[in-house]
């Protein structure tokens, strides 16, 4: 007989086990939430709602039984001591001064467990969560619980999407109320007009990591209120405001009353820039200085990540919500005027129509600003130059770390095995030195086989769900029974899950339906296509899509070959990324800024047919999959989405379908396979989220927190210098100019010289430089002149020389003078520049 006390250790174990939402990305637990309750955990994948609904009779014969009793407690001891154990991190960078990064998203996708993500956003959230947890990279996260997440999508008879909203109940959920050291619930005071808040916390563990979520619904909060984060992302602007006003300040309001002063604040888009504010202001309460130099302290750690790749992406609100919601905090916290605040948000600080901009404000409050792939760097650099005026668009102040996926997440239970037994258990917690490699040896017939087991798993899962679906709709047994026969699990199997938003075109492999219909019937030849999706419950062009392929699915010459499946999730995109054998991506470029989908394929063994945009433009070469489009921005669409078309169906047809099928003696298609090994090889370490985690680490994290710990040591002393030096700076500014400008040339150089009164300004403070803008394939040139020393006869004036090649006419180079100081970023926290007229 079991003991009470062996019991409750039992039962403490398993409650560890489950809130730990590791269990998503390492499996080897699934055999224990198996044994408590199988079905549910076929149905749920959730150890929490197990553990919460199974019997304690059975709990605990299963611990009296000895196997499961050891298995349990070798499973607690290994996540004990992965989460206490050094990682990459710590190995890599021991004693630097990174304690903490706070990690600020308004959407993280951990599992299907926790639904409070949308999309791609929430994607890449939770997967460097995840990463940063493999790593030992020191982040916590910080996020919203909504009382129902994104919505479920349903299909009626006639092939139009629902939208359904299930509550996420907390008690359901793998996460824990955030408790005060007296045992009390951690509740945060918040002040909106008129009102006086309670913020509820929450904390969720991820592996060695934490995320903490804040919600309104509290039963002291007045009723319009506790619905503010009823849904991500809730109707109207209002609404979007207080849920970003909850995250920014109540989420730095949170860290700071569990003991955490980061000194890294990254900002996964826009809606969490109000958390930089509100960090200033506790700088301003820690060391009795004015916000300007608070701000100028602190925004040295802050990282601002930006992923809309269009103006109509960044959330934008009146001037009269903005000062309606936080005229008190401006006046009564921050110690600014009303217009001061407002400015913060605008790209002219005068003008009082423009509305409050969210990615203005992170970028004036942070100390480094990326994008999140090369084009979008680009993209990025377009959009917010209105802040940089009169700078070049490719001297805008945005870097870019391209996204990665958390490998572990979307690996099949093969690919698992497969990986480990060609890289090691440990191969996605280090550098991933000597990946490549090692996949470049794997035998043709492996990486065959591999592909065999997941396309086979695919497609009993696609039958599975059609026959589910086909029930629902109140279909004849007889053709539900047919049905259970769809797809072959040797066929060539194409895969297209999206958004349904008309950018990203799910429609253009249905430009030409007939020339679809005869590449997936070609019985010599087959081609089966699995296609799911959602579209944003407003956006009916995008639910028309949606209805245009549930049609064409239900066709009778094609529906044994193609499936559209229903309410597209986190753990369908698994299933999918796992299975197929061709990933299909077709978005107009550039507005794609990243893309994540395609790069799960990979560790899989699957390979990408993708527009070169994203991610893909910095990925493809033809040995590793196929591209449409000619890599540049075309206006017309209705003459691009023609010939793109026409180029997709060219590839599937001409390239992709023969290759497949081209098998030597032992039914192996060398070339596909070949593809599939560089693929894996070259593209599945490199976007990886462990990569792209320890990319923000080494290029942002160390360094902001290096700039950070300077700027705040002594009470702020070099952010009070550096405000001094800016102030002077810019009441000398106006009385700066060129005199004369002259130049001489040879065959093979120009010689420069410049004539430059600084009036009352020190030398140092600024740098004078040549430019010449890009031109046809000549990059933009960019040179620092040289200051010789003064003369008696210089009349007031320094002279500046510079020699610059002749392989461009002299009327391409302009001089021009910007601020120069050894501890600001320019133009980034100093923006003026002078140009010689």
Known sequence: MLKQTEFDQGFDALQELALDIRWSWNHATDAIWQALDGEMWALSRNPWTILRSVSRDRIRALLSDREFSENLAAQLAESRRLRLAPGWFQEAHPGDELRTVAYFSAEFMLDEALPIYSGGLGNVAGDQLKAASDLGVPVVGVGLLYARGYFRQSITPDGRQEALYPVNEPEQLPLRPLREPSGEWLRLELELPGYRLWARTWEVQVGRTRLFLLDLNDPANPPAYRCVTGELYGEGPETRLKQEMLLGIGGWRLLRAIGLDPEICHMNDGHAAFAALERARFFMQDHGVPFVEALLATRAGNLFTTHTAVAEGVDRFPSEMIARFFRRYAEKELGLSLDDFLALGRSNPRDTTEPFNMAYLAVRASGAVNAVSALHEEVSKALLQPLFPRWPAGEVPVGHVTNGIHVPTWDSAAADAFWTEVTGKDRWRGDLAGHEAAIRDVPAARIWQLRATGRGQLVERVRDCCCRQLAEDGTPSSEIEESRAIFDPDALTLGFARRFATYKRPDLLLYDEDRLRRLLTDTRRPVQLVVAGKAHPRDTAGQGLVKRWTDFARRAEVRSRVVFLRDYDMQLAQVLVQGVDVWINTPRRPWEASGTSGMKILVNGGLNLSEIDGWWAEAF????????????????????????????????????????????????????????????????????????????????????????????????????????????????????????????????????????????????????????????????????????????????????????????PVSDFTARIVPSHPDLSVPLEVGEILWQR
């Open 621 to 808: 070469t033809p040995e590793v999959g196929w591209a449409i489009g000619d890599g540049v921005e075309h206006h017309d669409f209705a003459d691009l989405d023609r010939r793109e078309a026409e180029e997709l169906y060219e590839h599937l047809e001409r390239d992709v379908v023969p290759e497949f099928y081209e098998r030597d003696a032992s039914g192996i298609p060398l070339r596909w396979v070949d593809r599939i090994r560089e693929s894996m090889a070259r593209l599945t370490p490199h976007f990886s989220a462990n990569r792209t985690v320890r990319q923000y680490a080494e290029d942002f994290y160390l360094p902001g927190a290096q700039a950070f710990v300077a700027r705040s040591a002594d009470r702020g002393d070099l952010a009070h210098a550096l405000c001094r030096w800016k102030t002077e700076f810019r009441r000398c500014w106006p009385h700066v100019h060129f005199g004369e400008v002259r130049s001489t040339s040879s065959e093979s150089e120009h010689v420069f010289s410049a004539e430059v009164y600084l009036d009352d300004l020190a030398a140092e403070s600024v740098r004078v430089e040549l430019y010449a803008d890009a031109a046809g394939t000549q990059s933009a040139f960019k040179a620092v002149m040289d200051r010789a020393p003064p003369t008696a006869t210089s009349g007031g004036w320094n002279l500046y020389t510079v020699r610059a090649p002749a392989d461009r």
